[in-house]
């Protein structure tokens, strides 16, 4: 397997685009990728794409090939495939291009991420993203995701003695990034009041603990890092894509509080690239809920179970802290466009990693990953970038 | 990259399965291949499964880890990943676990596919798979897959001479060879006046020129080839997995009457594998309509445009003659589960190959293809099966 690197990274402003199509968003990202890498079209091999539910959302699948054809490759003819891990869709369709590359069966290939989420009411938008938990021991008896993860987090109160301002401060760190991210779809800085005095949605989780549904795409071309510097002078090399799964359901869990397939990613990924946490000065973790984030800073090894919240409390996830969180404000403030996040993630370390993230810019990192989720946890991936000295 | 071979085979019942749920078929499918290989599943390192709508059709996404769950290895943590590509989600779903076991990167993985479409009425299931053609072209507008398939059936028609009952000779043909198919959703024979005369679904295509929705589900175990021998002795090699892509609406296409993403798999498959079409005895060809099945036979090469009308007039396509069709009853008679006849397709390859197609037997065929379809061929993929000796 060879070292893979990432060539161009586009991405469209996430929010409620009302005046733009799925198809729109798609090309956007991915012709504006391309031209990052100065790369030809004709240079492509494939087209790999994330994306949770757009049948539900815009009555259309097939989308891969779709949005190929929409950037005027139709007749290139190249394969495009399209992967779907719930939220963690445009992260697995990044592992699948990864993979695609490394082995050397395709030199240089886009992955994009997309969805279209707030054509449809919110109801209904509700329904459809609760699909990536268990349909059969879950959602039929009216579990949605908030639901879902209020139960984590009741259960992690319990267990730890996290309190509700604990995770809040994701929330409140997310908004003050995202507020210095121009492509975010909300830019407001919140207080911790805020948080804590917000509507219910499921209790613990109050209504600025969830992340929104947004419309919005991010895209990558990959491509061998032997061949990157003809194409670009700030290549980043993919140091490991992993991921790990589990069981759907919540409570067929080995430990609630625990995300194991997110402790196994980490660990392979950790492993594949030859690095411990304490070497990552720059994390994107996926705070679809304030909870997850901070569960995802315990399951990743940055911190033991329950000593995430002290940290926090700290400063820890600032930037210029030893652990930068979410710079590009997270799912929280970035936007939670379900397929493209996984992607978006890996966009916002690429920008830090060269030193574009104006406004947010950690100082000089080496290094950074990435942390993506399906549903409630069965699916997770882990990426670590690194920049090419 | 490595030789491929696949170990094992499992195959639901096609049809309408109102008793079984998604989950169920999916697992049956996927232990029976396990079984069937001889293989533990501590030995397996990745699940990769295709499947179209299942958002649509029961509510549940994000169905790759569901299926491990089920399979009762979500303590594994092994990565579950969904494609889809329409009719062709299995193929593709095969085609990445080619990739995945080629590279070195996984050494065991189950492939699947499965699609429960008999839950919901006729009228919602054609909108469904619909979502499989051009939304914005061709959907909006009243267009389903049958519609858009009649348009080229008749320009093949008109451009080639072609008579209605030279693409109603394939659906004889399946439920001639369904018929000995235990598996298979329908198994009784037919006559061509029966398909001439049967009611109109869109002109020139009738009833028995469509495929129907079905339930079911298929798998496959593979495994690097070097290895195969310690787990069957019947192992067969994959010569061949690729992929191509074309526009999505068939009035954006170069010729509406070639499918030119069939054309490049092909050509791409053949030299991959060294193989000329003469060499071909057996084919699985993606028969979703009688048409779509006849066009097949031209766009891999064993027949000129236009030509295979007259092939199929003169018993081409039955066991016994040079080049056998849809052994396995095809999609109009074993039954077209969207995201299960990728796998399904390989799946009866592999029992022709092993010799154990009772019934419907091809005399000791070295060598098979299988060809699938994504909508109405924006995605096409082809896969060669070797035996070896």
């Not at 030199?107 to 699909?131: C, R, Y």
């Not at 002078?233 to 067929?252: F, G, L, N, W, Y």
């Not at 996984?342 to 950690?362: D, I, S």
Request: net charge negative.
């Amino acid at each position: 397997m060879r070292d893979v690197a990432i060539l161009g990274v586009g991405q469209t402003k996430f929010g409620e685009l009302w005046d733009r199509s799925f198809r729109e968003i798609g090309i956007e990202a991915g012709l504006a990728a391309l031209e990052g890498a100065r790369l030809s079209s004709h240079d492509l091999s494939a087209l790999y794409l994330g994306n949770m539910a757009s049948g539900a959302f815009i009555d259309q699948e097939h989308i891969a090939p779709l949005i190929l054809d929409y950037a005027g490759l139709g007749n290139h003819h190249l394969p495009a495939i399209r992967v779907e891990a719930g939220g963690a869709s445009g992260a697995v369709a990044l592992h699948q291009a990864y993979l695609a590359v490394a082995s050397g069966h395709h030199d240089f290939v886009v992955v994009g991420g997309a969805e279209k989420m707030t054509d449809v009411p919110d109801a209904l938008g509700q329904a459809i993203t609760s699909a990536a938990a268990d349909q059969e021991w879950e959602t039929v008896f009216g579990a949605t995701l908030p639901a879902l993860w209020a139960l984590v987090a009741r259960r992690h109160m319990h267990d730890h003695g996290t309190h509700r301002e604990d995770f809040a401060r994701l929330s409140v760190l997310a908004h003050e990034h995202g507020s210095h991210n121009p492509l975010a779809h909300y830019r407001n800085k919140i207080s911790l009041d805020a948080v804590l005095g917000a509507g219910m949605v499921a209790e613990p989780l109050g209504m600025l603990d969830c992340a929104p549904s947004s419309d919005g795409a991010a895209a990558l071309v990959l491509g061998p890092l032997e061949l990157a510097r003809r194409y670009t002078d700030t290549p980043i090399r993919i140091a490991a894509s992993e991921m790990a799964c589990d069981s759907m359901a919540v409570q067929h869990r080995r430990d609630v509080t625990t995300v194991d397939a997110t402790v196994m990613a980490a660990q392979r990924a950790f492993r594949r690239a030859g690095r411990a946490p304490g070497e990552i000065p720059l994390a994107e973790v996926h705070d679809s809920y304030s909870i997850s984030g901070l569960i995802a800073l315990e399951d990743l090894g940055f911190y033991p179970k329950g000593a995430a919240a002290k940290a926090l409390r700290e400063g820890v996830g600032a930037v210029g802290s030893r652990l930068a969180v979410n710079t590009s404000g997270g799912l929280k403030a970035q936007g939670q466009p379900f397929g493209a996040v996984g992607v978006a993630q890996v966009a916002e370390v690429v920008r830090q990693l060269r030193g574009e993230a104006t406004g947010r810019q950690v100082s000089g990192p080496e290094r950074g990953l990435t942390h993506s989720l399906g549903g409630t946890g069965a699916t997770a991936v882990v990426h670590i970038l690194e920049r090419v000295n």
